[in-house]
Each structure stands twice: as C-alpha cells, then as structure tokens.
C-alpha cells in the first residue's frame, strides 16, 4: 500500500501539471486571438488607406479650386483618433515556419480570453497547434497581450451603432415602392436628439431605429441639400461613387414644402441646449411639452396634402375665445397620423392601401389658431366582405349644434349590425338609400377648407369614410390617464372623468351624436385649462421637474438635459446665404442667458455660396456636438445639361464632409425636395473604427511588447 504522504504528494504534483498545462494552452489559444484580431486590422488599415489615398487624389486635383488647406484636417483626424488602441504581437509570433504569410490559424473553439475547456479533442488540436506553431510567450507577454486584447473588447462594447426597426426598413430604397413608407423630418429630430442627451432624451427614434450607446457617438454632422429630391436622386443613382461607398442606410424622407429656410428652420426647433431647455421648460412646464409648443405640427402635413399657402398672410391667427393655449398645438402631426393608421396620400405601400379614398376638400387653407373644430362620429356594421362599413355619421360645431346626421347604406350586404355597439338596426336601414358617395359629396360642401375635426380615435371614423384630411385632434392621443402613452382611455371613461357624463349606457346602442359631442367637449375643456390638463404623462413630468428645482435651487441645471451632460452641447449652424428672420430669432432666443460671447452654445455663419458653406463646415466640425450645414440648389442645377456636373460636384462635397467626421461620429446627408417631388432621401453612416484608424495611420503607432 502507497503511504498516505506519497499520494498526496503524486496527486498535488499531478494537479499542479494540469494547471501549467492549462495556463500554457490559454496562452496559445490567445496568442492566437491575437493573431487573427492583427492580421483583420491589417486588411482593414490596408483596404481603408486605399480607398483614402484615392479619395485624396481626387480631391487634391481641386485644392486650388476649394480654398481649404488639408493638413488642418489631418492633424485635426489624428487627434481625435490617437487613443485608438491596436495589437500587436512578438516578433516569433507573426509567421509560422510551415504557414504562408496570407493564411491564418483558425481557432478551434470560441472561447472568452479567461475561458476553460474541458473538451479532449480540443486538447489534441491545441497541443499539434502548438507544436505546428512553435511559439513562447514568456508571462509578461502573455500579460501584456491579454491586457491590450481586454482593452480592444472594452473599445468595442463602446462603439456607437445604428440599427433599422421595421419602420425605417419600411422606409429603405431597397424596399419596392410600392410596399415603401417614408419617414419624416421629425423623426430626424428624434435621431440627433439622442445623439445629443442619450437616453434622457423626450424624443427618442424608437419608431424607427434604435441609437445604441448614443454618448459615445463623438458629434453629429448634418448636411442639408435644398432642391435635391428623390427624383434627381433616383435618375443619378450611379454617379453618386462617393457617397454610395460611404452610406448603407438609405431612407425615402418626406420633407417640409420647400421654401427658403424651412429644412433648417424645423431642424433647429428641438432644444439643443442646456440654456434653451431651461428657458422652455420654464415656460411650457415640462421638456416634452416644450418640444411640442415650438413646432408646427401641419408643417410636413402642408407637404403632403393640397394647401394653398398664400391664404396664410390674410388670416387671423389669434387664440380663440375660451383659449388658453393655440388649438394648433392639439393637432397631430403628419408622423403620428401614420403611426395612428390615418389615411393619408402618400407614395408606396400608403398610397395603394388608401387609392379609392377622396379629399374632404379639393383644396385647403392654412390651418390657424381660431379655425372652426368639428366633433365627428361614425357607426359601423359589418358586410359580406368581412369589414366593417359606415352606416351613419354625425357632425356637430362648436356651438354643440348637429350640423349633418345621416343614415349611410353601405356598397356590400349587412351581415352584422353590430347594434350593442352601432345602434343600428335591421328597421332602421330598410328605406335608407343614401350612399357613401352621396356622403362624401355633402361633406366637402359642408366643410369649410381649414376645419379642424376632432375625435375619439377618429382614424377608425375616417377610414370608414374613405376620406383623408390634414386636421384632426384626437381625444384617445391628447387625454391619458395611465401614464402610458400607448395605453389609450375609452370616451366613456374621459367623459365620466372630465365632464362627469355618463354616456354610452343606452341599452339599444352608442349614439354616434353623444360621442360627437363628447369628443368636441372634452378638447374645448382642455383648451380653457393647459396643454397638460388630462395628460398624466406631462403632468407627471411638470410635477418632478418642479419637485428637483425647489430642492435644489439651482433652475439651470436641474432640467432633463442635466443628466447626460455636465456641460451645453455645442451647436454650428452654416448656410449658403442668410436665413429667415424667424430662424434668427430662434437662435437669438436660445443665448438670452449666455454671459458672454465664448459661452455662446450656438455659432451661426451665413455664407456667400455652397462652396464656402462646405468649408466652414470642415472647419469647425470637430468643436461642435452638433453641425447643420445647409445648401441651397437651383432648378436650373439639374437641367439636363448641368445634372452630371452637379452631382459630380455634390458627390465631392459629401466625401469631403466624411473625411472630417472623427471617429464614432454620426454624418447625415438630407436631400431635400424640389418643386417637382415632395419626397427626399436621408442618408445616414456612423463613422467606423477601421476607417478612423486608417485616417490617422501616419500619426498612430501600435503598442509593441
């Protein structure tokens, strides 16, 4: 029998074996990751210092011509991007004595860098691997090597990524045009606001994609280009070389109708700054409702439906009597219309589902803050062909009086009368003969062309309708009582809650004029008091907002901002020619607090021409959080004969706005509408680590051993 001392001495030698024999294989498996992670980096630098060593040649044939020196753009580059760590490995380590300089070890199982394995074979292969290899790390390489590959992972998970949810693959050129569906200015307001504030942001770009690790973006620039629509896009597609190397996203945008002025103006009405936000919040309660109040919800809805703009100047746009606030402010916006399922006329997807729908008008007036509101009900059965179909309507004015009630027999056979909730009944429809186009006839002679009409999920009474029409004031969107902007309150419960009626208990049925007036009563009580009266989600950030001002004294810095930032986001405007007067105001109101000139948030430079615009641009792009670039293009641009060149030169203002943008910056590339296509297209990239690391290839050396 083996004495009890020597055993445990074989075993603790046995133990202390197979844990140098793991230690060696964990230095093999990362010397190896190693390997793979320099040899990627490698192709990488190599394959980016081309196309930038090309992009340089051709941008430094027209040196002269721009006026910019290159040099600062480098330096500038190179220093934003000088911390970006890179492996690399011992000498013995580079090349195998058996292998060719081009192939590279596999490894045999994915593993984490501290990881164990217990498999067998991968012992085997590890052990030939090894011997095939025959490499040595001595322990402090193999700390050092772990070191730099943990920090490479940690550079990694901070890497800012954009990715499409189903609406903004919707909304993709690669999608068919006809299943296509745009997105809006707004949400590219959304996108930059969380580029600026992060997750803090009151506008947030869910509805279309999702910003990962928004504060590791670097900065933001923007590139508007007035009078280049889809169309002049789409017919020029391949000339575009530049730009369609740099961007992957490509979204159809509907934009505001072009005027000068306009693209930028929206832009610049989300608050940018700590100052700007104090200021609103102050003023409207809460961040959210501040965003809302400064915005012109009909501005994108102009762009889409017939309204005929020089009637603007001859209206009255005073509040109304009982008014505390603009009923303009209650209206949905062209991006919630969509997201609620009303019907509207734009092109894809849209435009087939809703082709057999008509105007409520031929031709609309601007909408203002004393147009007339309509409350409107409809009834529904169900018909033969599994839908429901309208079968009465009621229309009342603000003086609670029924402008129109009619009894509507649908196009197909009734199957349901649905009566617990239509009302409707089989006695009730035997002598109607009124159709649904007798309906529609009546209505665009009854409405007058700035009407507002207001109701409970009024897309459902629309679509009934088979009408679209640009104002409209939901009570389920601007009344909330859970908290939860999704969780809608019935028109029952709002009007217990509010007006303290009891409505919809009549046993036979709803009555589509109760509702109606209901609806009207409920948005004319809002009016009187606050836009966050019925709104617990305003309500709710009013209260906390005040609660962290009084506890804290400090009013500035005790906003929703305050969070993310220690300090105001920096923000350039640049233009091609001067703004309006209402941007300028804008931007004057944003640094009413400001003490002094350096302290200015907002820098705005109005340009003589497109040219100098871009080279500001370049210029000042790495000082600020954020830069709007705005260009203007004439008609005559794109004639026939100037088209090529144009794109060409556009083409080359892009790439030249990429070179600038620093590592982890977000570039965004707007083509606006022209007189002759509404539609534009956004284009968005986020600036890699490849091609950051190979614009500063000169100025970076890797961390040796």
């Known amino acids: 029998m083996i004495p009890f001392k020597e055993n445990k001495k074989s075993i603790m030698k046995a133990f202390s074996n197979k844990q140098e024999e793991r230690k060696e294989k964990k230095k093999k498996k990362l010397l190896a990751l190693a390997k793979i992670v320099q040899l990627n980096d490698d192709d990488r630098r190599e394959s980016a210092a081309e196309q930038i060593a090309a992009a340089t040649c051709e941008t430094s044939a027209h040196n002269d011509d721009d006026g910019f020196v290159k040099v600062t753009h480098k330096k500038k580059a190179a220093k934003a991007n000088a911390k970006k760590p890179q492996i690399s490995l011992p000498e013995q380590g580079l090349r195998t004595e058996d292998e060719p300089q081009n192939k590279r070890p596999k490894l045999a199982k994915c593993e984490s860098i501290d990881g164990d394995s217990s498999d067998t074979s991968s012992s085997t292969e590890l052990a030939a691997e090894q011997q095939r290899l025959k490499l040595q790390l001595t322990e402090e390489q193999y700390k050092d090597l772990r070191r730099q590959l943990r920090q490479r992972k940690r550079e990694l998970e901070n890497v800012p990524i954009l990715r499409m949810r189903e609406f903004g693959q919707r909304a993709s050129l690669e999608t068919p045009q006809n299943q296509r569906t745009p997105i809006f200015l707004t949400d590219i307001q959304h996108l930059l606001m969380s580029a600026l504030i992060g997750k803090k942001s009151p506008c947030s770009p869910d509805r279309w994609c999702y910003l990962e690790k928004p504060l590791r973006l670097s900065h933001s620039v923007v590139l508007i280009l007035e009078g280049l629509s889809l169309y002049h896009y789409l017919s020029n597609e391949s000339k575009f070389s530049q730009t369609n190397q740099i961007f992957q996203t490509r979204l159809e945008l509907v934009l505001p109708p072009l005027k000068d002025g306009s693209i930028i103006e929206e832009m610049a009405q989300v608050p940018l700054t700590n100052v700007q936000a104090h200021k609103l919040i102050e003023e409207h309660g809460s961040l959210e409702s501040a965003v809302e109040m400064t915005k012109d919800p009909t501005l994108l809805v102009k762009a889409i439906f017939p309204i005929n703009e020089a009637c603007v100047e001859s209206k009255k746009n005073n509040l109304n009597v009982g008014d505390k606030f603009p009923r303009t402010k209650l209206l949905l916006s062209a991006l919630q219309m969509v997201d609620e399922g009303y019907p509207m006329p734009l092109r894809g997807e849209l435009s087939e589902r809703f082709k057999d729908y008509v105007f409520t008008k031929d031709k609309y007036e601007p909408v203002t803050d004393n147009s007339p509101m309509f409350g409107i009900d409809c009834e529904m059965c169900r018909t033969i062909i599994g839908h429901n179909e309208l079968t009465r309507i009621s229309i009342v004015n603000e003086k609670l009086e029924t402008v129109y009630e009619t009894l509507v027999m649908p196009t197909n056979k009734i199957v349901d009368y649905l009566t617990p909730y239509s009302g409707i009944t089989a006695e009730m429809m035997q002598i109607v003969t009124k159709t649904l186009g007798d309906v529609q006839r009546e209505l665009k002679e009854l409405l007058p062309p700035d009407a507002i009409l207001v109701g409970q999920s009024l897309n459902f009474d629309l679509n009934a309708m088979k009408m679209m029409h640009p104002y409209v004031i939901d009570t389920s969107m601007c009344f909330n009582l859970s908290g939860v902007r999704r969780r809608k309150a019935k028109l029952q419960t709002l009007a217990m809650t509010f007006l303290k009626e009891a409505i919809q208990e009549n046993a036979d049925g709803h009555d589509s004029v109760e509702d109606s007036l209901a609806s009207l009563k409920l948005v004319k009580m809002k009016l009187a008091n606050s836009l966050e009266y019925g709104d617990e989600i305003l309500t709710q950030k009013k209260r906390l907002h005040d609660i962290m001002r009084l506890a804290s004294g400090d009013n500035i810095k005790n906003n929703l901002l305050a969070y993310a930032s220690q300090r105001d986001k920096r923000t350039a405007i640049i233009t091609s020619g001067t703004l309006q007067s209402q941007m300028k105001e804008i931007l004057m109101k944003t640094e009413e607090i400001s003490i002094q000139e350096t302290q200015k948030s907002v820098s705005l430079y109005e340009l003589d021409t497109n040219k100098q615009a871009i080279n500001k641009a370049r210029e000042v792009a790495l000082e600020h959080n954020l830069t709007i670039t705005n260009l203007r293009l004439g008609i005559e641009e794109f004639q026939l004969d100037n088209a090529e060149k144009t794109v060409m030169k556009i083409d080359k203002w892009i790439a030249k706005l990429w070179q600038t943008v620093a590592h982890n910056g ?40």
């Open 666 to 705: 977000m570039f965004l590339v707007l083509m606006g509408g022209s007189t002759e296509c509404a539609s534009g297209v956004a284009k968005i990239a986020i600036k890699k680590n490849a091609t950051a690391v190979a614009a500063s290839i000169a100025a970076t050396t890797p961390i040796t051993m």
